[in-house]
């Protein structure tokens, strides 16, 4: 998919009046410890950064690569967390839309639009639209991807230093094969989310 087929909803809904579109994206809502991360960006219309795409298609170098540029061409962005505790307080959807309103809440203009990755949306003061597979199809969420993943990676990186054992520096709390197997020998961290492991631990 190109870069200018990334544009054709912003430039749908700038057809109808709507400039300032903020893209909207989460990271971080299947692993087993750890925040969640939500991105909120505003780019110029029709802005070329070339690679953009879902930041689950790209390479981690890829995503590095991306996110100053991300950072320095945007109008305005903002990243949004929901701890473990809010996760497990809460349920996961709720702390994904607390993160996404956080990130919203961190932008210096206000948006005309905000565009959602998923079928499933936070409610914002302003209108709100959702894309499914939006990371893929626009380029304002493909972004948001990006600085949200980035972002995440990051804190699941500091977090492998603070509680080792568990490989978080390789999978970011992912539920993977030697992250269950370090669950068996450490039992779970601070940064677990509990209820995220009741089945695991047979819990009710």
Request: charged share 25%; net charge negative; aromatic share 8%.
């Amino acid at each position: 998919m190109s870069d200018v087929n990334l544009w054709e909803i912003e430039q749908t809904w700038a057809d109808r009046g709507f400039h300032a579109i903020c893209g909207i994206d989460e990271a971080g809502r299947g692993p087993l410890a750890g925040p969640v991360c939500a991105a909120a960006v505003i780019l110029p219309e029709r802005l070329d950064i070339p690679g953009l795409n879902d930041s689950k298609k790209l390479t981690d170098k890829k995503r590095r690569e991306l996110f100053p540029i991300i950072e320095e061409q945007a109008i305005a962005f903002g990243l949004g967390w929901a701890s473990q505790e809010e996760i497990d307080e809460i349920n996961i959807l709720q702390a994904t839309f607390l993160a996404m309103s956080r990130a919203v809440e961190q932008l210096k203009i206000r948006p005309d639009l905000a565009l959602v990755d998923g079928n499933r949306a936070p409610a914002l003061d302003l209108p709100v639209e959702t894309v499914v597979q939006g990371d893929s199809l626009s380029a304002s969420i493909a972004a948001a991807s990006v600085l949200a993943k980035v972002s995440r990676d990051d804190v699941m990186l500091r977090m492998a230093e603070e509680y080792p054992g568990y490989g978080f520096e390789v999978h970011k709390g992912y539920g993977t094969k030697a992250h269950y197997e370090a669950l068996r020998k450490f039992g779970p961290s601070p940064i677990h989310r509990r209820t995220f492991l009741k089945k695991f631990y047979g819990e009710k």
